[in-house]
């Protein structure tokens, strides 16, 4: 005698399942609507109506049997983001380190920064030297490379000791995003700024106010560097820095060529479009990175912050500014 379960049976208990767990989705579905605003978590697309079934509830543990009634484990995700979300947690189980389907492939070990902060202590050493001026041509020229006599300091003051960095670190940078759409952006974003010594970051705009979420963020920047939301870029320019739009239009500057500002606010504008030409008329350089194609808003800070590093201290005032 077969001790399978009849067809019938099977097909009814598969439905008795079925119904089981649509209802379970249903009511957790139902709360963290009620939860959260109707707003996809990766996108930030605004769902209503008839396009609200478009809006589905990721658990972030990816444990759909963990339902905490704070809502703790549940986000908003639209259908594609959802489904995206799911097709790189997969990915990560297979191939992700320590998977058996990992191919093994040796590290490398060269380090291609491994002498940068040498030479930038080198580059530091006499920050207060300023160029000489030649009689006859009226050009800066460079002093012979030895240390000044203290006598012979403009800063030698008990305010101001030599190799203070208040008097030598005069240069700095900050970024305004202008009306940002992705977290994920913003939060790489974050981790350039750390990586490159960014004073502060300033944001335009409500659309990343309504998904905000560092998850790119994995140095945990945002802790260090102010993030400010700001209605108008204008209001927090400050004093002595110039501000440099970062947009591909007729008339930009390539960045291979240009000569960053001793203090710069660099301004992007969002994923989906481009800087308004009020913005780009109000700065005093629009620079472009001349590739094939366009980038993200994350990678482009991050490659104009490096060109910025590369150039070292060869702003417009000079290496000795």
Known sequence: MSSSTPPSNTAKLDRILADAQRDREMGYRDKALKMYPHVCGRCAREFSGKRLSELTVHHRDHNHDNNPQDGSNWELLCLYCHDNEHSRYTDQQYFGEGSLSTPKVAKATHNPSAALAGLMKKDSEYPLRRPARSRSSGLA???PNTPPHPAQSPYNRALFPQGSLLVANKRYSCIGLYNPKSPENVGSVMRAAGCYGVASVFYTGKRYERARDFVTDTKKVHQ??????IDDLKKILPLGCIPVAVELVEGA???PEYTHPDRALYIFGPEDGSLDKEIRDWCEDVVYIPTTGC??????????????????????????F
């Open 141 to 143: 020229r460079e002093p």
């Open 224 to 229: 260090d560097i102010p993030l400010i939301g």
């Open 253 to 255: 500057r390539p960045l």
């Open 295 to 320: 980038m993200n808003l994350a990678a482009t800070v991050n490659v104009v912050l490096y060109d910025r590093l590369a150039k070292g201290n060869n702003t417009r005032s000079g290496p000795k």
